[in-house]
């Protein structure tokens, strides 16, 4: 088998949200950094399993020997984009028992009763694990801002509680790795109908979306103020063009992947003489 | 290719304990109910995965459409059996999102306040969920037992306690699949060493365990009386004769198979006009 076509340049760079950054400015369509085709996507996503799933294994072992280190996924788009693709065959690669998914739909009443981020704290990931949110605090501020359902003021305190939060994660050992799958809004209108063309997707088909549909430009102004206030140093947003489901994987893996490089993992050195319990063993 | 090799006799009968079951008339080395070789067990295993997972996939649709359905596997073994192994080659096929591993170690000094069974019910899955749990309240048997840390009378009460509550989980919804992976005490020396010749393998030992191996025969002793108590018609125990880690995946998986074919599974039908949502679609 040929080597798989790589990233010419990495998505952590291309993809990251910087100052003055703006949605229109993306096209859904495109493929930034990367110059293969949908087969060689594929290839490059199977190809880099094994790789991730190793780095995964290593951050779990580090935990376990008291390492504080862990990841946090943070997925946010409009419906149909591709979250659970995402989740299920980029995460679904690394070892079910290191990961946690977290997602996060509309609160109950206790946790109305609380501020926006109790709910989310109790799901961060713990030391060792990957956690991955499907939709997150990032709600707050975005159908919250489009109905409404909170002011400018209140928005504004949930932007700097947020940056707060994120920042705390940060101090703690976690490693934030915040995702925007990017549609276009015809995409979605084709993906929704797909949905409706088969029996076997009829559950995932909720009459909100369409509600919520009609919001899109409304959403897209609350995901550029979101970007623009919480696109931080340490936990900076990245915007993956979307409309081709295999580029979002094979950039989301390799946001993971150099997330995980990042933090310079091994095998933990044991702790105890090994020559001395190999003996204890072989006579027991 | 040619068609995978199948269970000649289900492992839900061949497995499943019955009244006056001991562990020592198991062979840990045998493979009950099929005729297949390790090359044949690895093929059945890859070729049932992707109906393990679509079958999950009901389930998980079903939660969402109001079901009650779930799922909880309870894995309980001396250490090395290969629970992990199970955790992440057979769970590992299903998808992520729907599934939930607890790992129940000893107990934090909260949970030691509180009765044995209160830090499990917070981690029983949810409706349409997998719940997977990696020990579980039978160490409150098994250890507790060995090491004389509950009395006879304590340890009738939560024999009792254990079947009040899985008939509990039964009548919620949930079909429990209780395996114990039995490996021989000459397998686990091997592969303690082969974790001790491993340097990637040495966050995974610990000294406790072989304390813990010490304690053989009074923990065959423990699981027996727990299979004589707990095997019950709605959450029977299953024994898994586990030397050989090709068979013990595929008899678990199977396990899985037969309980999530019993559950009657389907994709939910629509409660909505599906002709006049797409229509609406079509128009947004």
Do not use: C
Not at 2 to 14: D, G, I, L, R
Not at 20 to 48: C, H, I, M, R, W
Not at 251 to 257: E, S
């Amino acid at each position: 088998m040929a080597a798989a076509v790589e990233f010419a340049k990495s998505p952590a760079e291309v993809l990251r949200v910087g100052p003055g950054f703006s949605l229109a400015s993306v096209d859904p369509q495109s493929t930034p950094g990367y110059t293969g085709n949908k087969a060689d996507g594929k290839a490059l996503l199977e190809a880099q399993d094994a790789r991730l799933a190793e780095l995964q294994e290593k951050l779990f072992a580090e935990g376990r020997a008291g390492s504080e280190k862990r990841l946090l996924l943070i997925l946010q788009a409009m419906d149909t984009a591709g979250k659970g693709g995402i989740v299920s065959h980029v995460v679904g690669a690394m070892d079910v028992q290191g990961v946690q998914v977290s997602a996060f739909k509309a609160p109950t009443d206790e946790e109305k009763s609380h501020d926006f981020l109790w709910r989310i704290e109790k799901q961060v990931p713990a030391a060792g694990m990957v956690g991955v949110f499907d939709r997150s605090q990032y709600e707050d501020v975005l159908i919250h801002r489009v109905h409404g359902w909170a002011d400018a003021s209140e928005l504004e305190r949930r932007y700097a509680a947020i940056n707060d939060f994120e920042t705390r994660l940060a101090e703690q050992g976690t490693t934030v790795v915040k995702v925007m799958l990017n549609i276009s809004k015809d995409e979605q209108k084709k993906r929704l109908i797909a949905r409706l063309d088969d029996p076997t997707k009829h559950w995932k088909y909720s009459r909100t979306d369409l509600a919520e549909r009609a919001f899109w430009d409304d959403y897209m102004a609350a995901y550029d103020l979101a970007f623009e206030k919480t696109s931080t140093d340490v936990a900076p947003w990245h915007v993956v063009p979307a409309n081709k489901k295999w580029y979002a994987r094979i950039a989301v893996q390799q946001l993971l992947l150099d997330a995980l490089e990042g933090l310079d993992l091994d095998w933990p050195k044991a702790t105890f003489d090994v020559a001395a319990e190999r003996a204890l063993v072989a006579d027991s």
